[in-house]
């Protein structure tokens, strides 16, 4: 990677002055001295003269007591006149009761009309002195911690130093990431390389009459590099980048979100041209008025400061807002239109060229052997996100090095590949009945997608526990396949249905096994019905039912307005496709009853069966051979 030009020295950075002493700070201790004043003082009142118990007896039959006040088993009282107590004069005095019950004590007060009172036990003076100071200390204490935040915070509202700064990212802050270091993605890098020319070059485009897009929102699936094309952004752009999380702009209290909005443009303003970079912008700007929450609450007070910075009576040219979402959909109306987010660029799973590319780039540190192949490996991975491949390459060098190799070989690829789709093997022993019943299961599977036109060829059978499957079938793609039509949906539902009406046949029976497959087929058979306009009952409409609220996760019974008979049709029509699939897979293993039961055997046998043990078994693919992906059923 190239270095970066340093540029010319810089001047030394001036040291800050001194901060000023608050008035709170002669304030606090001030009141505190005068509170510990105030408590010695009282501490240094003279204790009440005592009497024994048996004296106290004396005083109450001689009728010179006028009242007592009883704290638990202590007790002070008042002389009717002055008495001599051990040289103190006075009227009052203290005892303390026995532990023991008197219970001619409270009758002999009656006789002598003695005024009684009866209170909590009193504190210990320990006690007394800590519910002295402590309110107070805590009262100041707070207050310090108070003005301390106030004054980081610039003067600003009290908690406002809670919320989270932003992130500028400087020239020598770690590795630099340039849009070559980014692989696949040419559309979205041209898109963001011609914001970058912009803020190096506005006069060129301004000659035509050209602004500058105001936002530019990165929408994609997770995992597909959206973070990493920012990062790119500010490795390529000779200005300023402030990097933000959407979601450090929601804070406890109401009006700070709002107010880190304005700081973090402030910021950006002073600092034009610049770059915003708000990642999981969806924290933030969700729709408003969905009724889940109040109108003036401390989101829509954010979102409200952020559209204005965006698009209001004060907007910059010179700075570009970058958001990143994988949640479009939920994204408020007024933060999508054009003067905001001008442009959307979408960051999509990489195909197979784009792929390649991003397996060449992570594994060109890491050393390979000669039996790998990474165009095969990403012909092998539609579907994959350029975090899975990175995930896969890291995993095939972990497997490498447990096994103590010099060098990552496909192996260890294979592995590596197990291990995410399939999950890692499980320590499960399954008994003889169990293991027959899943090498049925996944025989059915098997034979019905090798003998099912449209249908993808087989790539390997295992009844190897892994993950939270006892067995898989996997199948691969002919190639980046972005639709698919009805055929092969029918012929996709009657694979998952292939290892149900296998132990059907073979064993008179089903099991718990099938619930996965059962509940991929139902959900491609709904789709297929209400979605897909593959029926002609139901017809070419598309209905909302099960789809995914942007709140909620499911869409509430009362939002719907499909009709309980139209919601009834929907709901035969997918089970008469789940019908019609389990009698086509049932026909294709009663036809290749023979190949089941040797394809049983051997997976007894070996457990796990390759393309090439599958062609020996069963004989060679029907038509031309199709090379891809691994899908998993189970």
């Known amino acids: ?131 002295t100071f402590l309110p107070w200390i805590l009262i100041l204490g707070a207050w310090l911690w108070v003005s301390k935040r106030m004054q980081k915070a610039g003067g600003a509202l009290p908690f406002a130093g809670m919320a989270a700064r932003s992130r500028l990212v400087e020239r020598h802050d770690g590795p630099r990431v340039r849009f070559e270091d980014v692989a696949g993605l040419k559309s979205a890098k041209q898109d963001l390389r011609e914001v970058v020319d912009f803020l190096r070059e506005p006069g060129r485009f301004r000659r035509l009459g050209g602004k500058l897009p105001r936002g530019v929102l990165l929408v994609g699936p997770p995992g597909t590099g959206k973070t990493l094309l920012a990062r790119a952004v500010a490795g390529e752009a000779d200005v300023p980048f402030f990097y933000v999380n959407g979601s450090e702009f929601i804070q406890l209290f109401v009006g700070i979100g709002a107010q880190r909005v304005r700081e973090l443009f402030d910021e950006a303003k002073k600092a034009a041209p610049s770059i915003v970079f708000i990642d999981e912008i969806d924290a933030v700007g969700r729709s408003r008025g969905t009724g889940l929450g109040g109108g003036n609450d401390e989101r829509e007070q954010t979102l409200n400061q952020l559209l204005s910075e965006l698009d209001g009576f004060t907007r910059n040219d010179l700075t570009v807002v970058l958001a990143a979402t994988n949640r479009p959909d939920v994204l408020d109306a007024a933060l999508l239109r054009p003067g905001r987010f001008d442009r959307r660029v979408v960051v999509d799973r990489p195909e197979n060229a784009a792929r390649d590319a991003i397996l060449r780039l992570y594994t060109k540190d890491k050393p390979l052997a000669p039996d790998v192949a990474l165009d095969e490996l990403a012909a092998s991975t539609p579907g994959f996100s350029g975090a899975d491949l990175a995930n896969l390459c890291n995993e095939a060098a972990l497997t490498a090095t447990r096994r103590g190799a010099d060098a990552i070989d496909a192996a260890d690829f294979a592995s590596a590949m197990d291990k995410i789709v399939l999950g890692d093997p499980r320590e499960t022993l399954l008994d003889p009945d169990e293991r027959r019943r899943v090498a049925v299961h996944e025989s059915g599977h098997a034979i019905v997608a090798r003998f099912t036109a449209q249908a993808e060829p087989l790539r390997r059978v295992s009844i190897l526990p892994r993950g939270f499957s006892l067995g898989a079938t996997q199948q691969t793609e002919p190639a980046d396949r972005h639709i698919a039509t009805q055929p092969q949906l029918e012929a996709k539902l009657a694979v998952l249905m292939g290892g149900y009406a296998a132990e059907s046949l073979l064993l008179a029976s089903v099991s718990s096994g099938s619930e996965s497959d059962l509940r991929s087929a139902t959900d491609l058979a709904f789709k297929m019905v209400a979605h897909y306009g593959m029926s002609k009952r139901v017809g070419p409409v598309f209905h909302e039912q099960r789809l995914e609220h942007p709140f909620l996760g499911e869409r509430l019974a009362t939002e719907t307005a499909m009709s309980d008979a139209t919601s009834s049709t929907i709901e035969d029509e997918a089970r008469r496709a789940l019908i019609e699939a389990l009698e086509a897979a049932t026909r294709t293993i009663d036809q290749h009853r023979d190949a089941l039961n040797l394809l049983v055997l051997a997976l007894l046998d070996h457990e796990t069966m390759e393309k090439s043990a599958l062609d020996t078994v069963l004989g060679e693919e029907p038509g031309p051979q199709r090379e891809g992906t691994a899908e998993q059923l189970h």
């Open 1 to 131: 990677m190239p270095e970066l030009d340093a540029g010319p020295p810089k001047a030394p950075t001036p040291v800050p002055p001194a901060p000023k002493m608050s008035w709170s700070w002669w304030v606090a201790p001030l009141a505190l001295a005068v509170l510990m004043g105030w408590s010695m003082l009282r501490m240094r009142t003279p204790p009440l003269p005592t009497v024994s118990y048996t004296q106290l007896y004396g005083f109450v039959e001689q009728g010179k007591v006028a009242s007592l006040t009883l704290s638990g088993q202590h007790v002070t009282g008042k002389f009717k006149q002055d008495e001599d107590i051990r040289g103190q004069k006075g009227r009052a005095f203290q005892t303390e009761l026995p532990q023991q019950d008197d219970h001619d004590l409270l009758p002999l007060l009656r006789t002598q009309h003695v005024d009684v009172d009866v209170e909590g036990d009193r504190p210990s003076m320990l006690a007394q002195v800590a519910l």
